[in-house]
């Protein structure tokens, strides 16, 4: 049955079959009795970019654009290292990097299949440019 993101919201509960973990368990295999027996993780406790996807097609759907723009990068950095997203993010803080840095993460975004993020990044060095943001190189 195809995905109709008015039809089919929420998603857990009228179409449970698009939405799994990371490792591709179900969402009705995702209980507390499987946490207990550790065949459910930790990190199996978070939105793939599958489902992200389809998040930000219900919020489009519902005129919701700029949700719909922020589910979209955050299915492009579901699959990026938490450790190289504190490290954008502290990039990202106002006067902690300068605009060859901020370009530098746009560029290794890119390289990650994170286009809309990459934008994003480049969009920030450039409002700090104009603000007076920027760290000093």
Request: net charge negative; aromatic share 4%.
């Amino acid at each position: 049955m195809a995905f109709d993101p008015i039809r089919d919201y929420p998603l857990g509960a009228r179409r449970p079959d698009l939405v799994t973990t990371p490792a591709g368990v179900p969402l009705d295999g995702v209980t507390l009795e499987a946490v207990r027996e550790g065949t459910v993780t930790g990190g199996e406790i978070r939105a793939t970019p599958q489902t992200l996807r389809l998040q930000a097609e219900v919020a489009a759907a519902a005129g919701r654009t700029q949700l719909a723009e922020n589910l979209e990068r955050a299915a492009e950095l579901a699959s990026v290292p938490d450790d190289v997203l504190l490290e954008i993010y502290t990039a990202l803080r106002p006067r902690r990097a300068t605009a060859g840095e901020l370009e530098e993460w746009a560029s290794r975004l890119d390289g990650l299949d994170a286009r809309r993020t990459a934008a994003f990044v480049r969009e920030a060095a450039a409002a700090y440019a104009e603000r007076g943001l920027l760290a000093r190189g």
